[in-house]
């Protein structure tokens, strides 16, 4: 059996290096603190208790990248504040966090999805990940994030996961984990 991952396909070539435009996809840019990440592996009905990232970092940043035209935002984990400034202030590096973004708005909401499927004879299985970012520019962001289960999800002539198959049968599917992280504004980037 193999294992198929994507975070999101331009994310691959992320070594080559890249850089952001300052911010200029989201007043949410900047540096956090960490004030919670909860973990409900049962439901998605309310949050569940600390994850074990949460001991493993106190800060994280929120930055606008650009790649090849591709943008997105990502949400990078440090452990510790001075980390992420100089992690966020370099602009050679396309930053690749726990968490990314690829489409919405300071409005509506930024989402992003992934997923980390099993490779079968003749099909794949797992979990697709929902993540929606929220926030108040200059006061404090929310990350959600859902999980879902797929089974049965055709391979590709390659033999590689239909990564939409597992997208759209994911979305008709009842959220089965809830991850939560808050984080208040320290500083802009």
Not at 56 to 80: D, M, Q, R
Not at 155 to 181: F, I, K, R
């Amino acid at each position: 059996m193999r294992l198929a991952l994507l975070a999101i396909p331009f994310f691959l070539a992320a070594a080559c290096g890249g850089g952001d435009d300052d911010g200029g996809g989201t007043a949410l840019a900047g540096i956090y603190e960490l004030a919670s990440w909860t973990h409900n592996p049962d439901s998605c009905d309310s949050e569940g208790p600390a994850d074990f990232e949460e001991s493993n970092y106190t800060h994280f940043f929120v930055k606008y990248e650009s790649f090849f035209g591709e943008a997105f935002l990502t949400a990078v984990f440090c452990s510790e504040v001075d980390v992420c400034r100089a992690d966020a202030a370099d602009d050679d590096t396309i930053h690749i966090g726990n968490f990314a973004f690829d489409d919405g708005d300071d409005v509506a909401g930024w989402t992003g999805r992934s997923f980390v499927l099993s490779i079968g004879d003749t099909s794949c299985s797992g979990s697709v990940y929902q993540a929606r970012l929220t926030g108040d520019p200059g006061a404090s962001v929310r990350i959600d994030e859902e999980t879902r289960t797929v089974s049965d999800v055709p391979l590709d002539d390659m033999g590689e996961c239909q990564d939409q198959v597992a997208y759209d049968q994911a979305a008709g599917l009842p959220c089965e984990e809830l991850s939560v992280v808050m984080g208040t504004f320290v500083e802009a980037i």
